[in-house]
């Protein structure tokens, strides 16, 4: 893999699925699991194969599915969960058997009650039982975030003599600061022995609305794989947004770090997702949210419409959003009225424009947005309707 290629490791269908009310069936995985592939994302972890019988089915059922990218199936580091993971995958064309343990003081204390040496120990058996089944096993030392420096380098140490391909360092509860996070990354690849031979992974959560900040910063200081989920969906506050991690390294090319991803789908699987669960992304939500390319600042919309790039750094075409949207409110300027007019087939004189504009000001305040029957109907009752027409 070149060095500055970015993996993208999707995982909609397992963390995305674990919001309350977010349960999708296995048709409905097949169609998103059908189109991340079409998508270019690296890997899909498809569920957790233990979990049900439904969730068997489903990895199952994506694994024959896939044509390109990584089928991943979730365990904890528990054998029967390895080898369920395993027969679950067993049709896919490149399996990969996600499994790991909390390393943080308090998982090991409070949720396994238990002490580093034991945590060490499962963790080789895990990534041991699971290299019998699958060539690719990702580990996960769960709470990352929150484990030491120190004896996270030595669990990784340790899973990479076992045969670990993958290390997933997350930010699980989303309490790094980003310079944190790079920096536990960084420490990570200048101290473990063996870590050029393997792939760090971010999977950033945001909980702190810190999560695309701290994959990025992961991925500057050596990871070359985030897990992220189509509009930033998962547990809690949600996951990285893949939409915005794919987006932030294409726009800034001087970070010499690329992906896969074909970027005009971004917005159409950003609708599919959306509409398969039933969870719709607030309207500012970054690069698919409903005003992402939109304008009613009076300001902002006369320079776009001068010149998009004044106040858009992505032009919408590359996400696969048709064109910029300026929105008529009681803040827009004549700019975007005579812009919204001419768009209808009224090309307004500078004389027309401003009185019109004076009705245009007194409607909008008595209406949240102005739309194009609006439109019509403002001029249509105006004093120079006549003018305007014959003009």
Do not use: W
């Not at 393997?198 to 609305?209: R, Y």
């Amino acid at each position: 893999m070149s060095d500055n290629k970015v993996q993208i490791f999707d995982t909609t269908l397992r963390d995305g699925e674990q919001v309350p009310g977010c349960k999708l069936n296995t048709e409905q995985k097949l169609v998103i699991a059908e189109q991340l592939d079409l998508l270019g994302v690296d890997i899909i972890e498809a569920g957790f194969p233990v979990s049900s019988p439904g969730d068997f089915k489903s990895v199952e059922a994506i694994s024959k599915l896939v044509k390109h990218a990584t089928v991943c199936g979730l365990t904890r580091s528990v054998e029967n969960d390895i080898k369920v993971a395993g027969e679950a995958l067993k049709f896919a064309k490149k399996p990969r058997i996600h499994t790991g343990i909390g390393t943080s003081d308090s998982h090991i204390k409070f949720k396994f009650k238990s002490n580093q040496e034991a945590i060490i120990e499962r963790a080789v058996k895990a990534v041991s039982y699971a290299k019998t089944f699958v060539e690719d096993v990702e580990f996960y030392a769960e709470d990352a975030g929150r484990t030491d420096n120190a004896y996270l380098a030595r669990v990784c140490e340790t899973v990479i003599k076992a045969g670990a391909t993958v290390l997933n360092i997350p930010d699980t509860t989303g309490y790094c600061l980003p310079n944190e996070y790079g920096a536990k990354i960084k420490y990570l690849k200048e101290n473990v022995k063996g870590i050029d031979n393997v792939i760090l992974s971010c999977h950033c959560h945001n909980d702190l609305g810190l999560a695309t900040a701290n994959s990025i910063e992961g991925v500057v200081n050596g990871a070359r794989q985030i897990e992220c989920t189509i509009n930033g969906i998962g547990e809690r506050a949600g996951n990285t947004a893949l939409e915005e991690v794919v987006m932030i390294l294409k726009q800034h090319p001087h970070l010499n770090l690329n992906t896969n991803i074909k970027t005009e789908m971004l917005y159409g699987i950003s609708q599919l997702v959306s509409e398969s669960m039933g969870i719709y992304s607030q309207p500012n939500k970054a690069i698919v949210g409903a005003n992402a390319f939109a304008h009613s600042s009076g300001i902002h919309q006369d320079g776009v419409i001068k010149n998009r790039e004044t106040y858009e750094i992505i032009n919408p075409k590359d996400v696969g959003v048709t064109e910029s949207a300026i929105v008529l409110t009681a803040r827009s300027g004549r700019a975007a009225l005579a812009y919204r007019a001419k768009n209808i087939g009224f090309e307004l004189t500078k004389l027309q424009l401003d009185e019109i504009y004076v009705n245009f000001l007194d409607f909008a305040d008595r209406k949240k947005v102005v739309n194009d029957s609006d439109i019509h109907q403002i001029i249509e009752k105006s004093k120079i309707y006549k003018d305007i027409i014959s003009s």
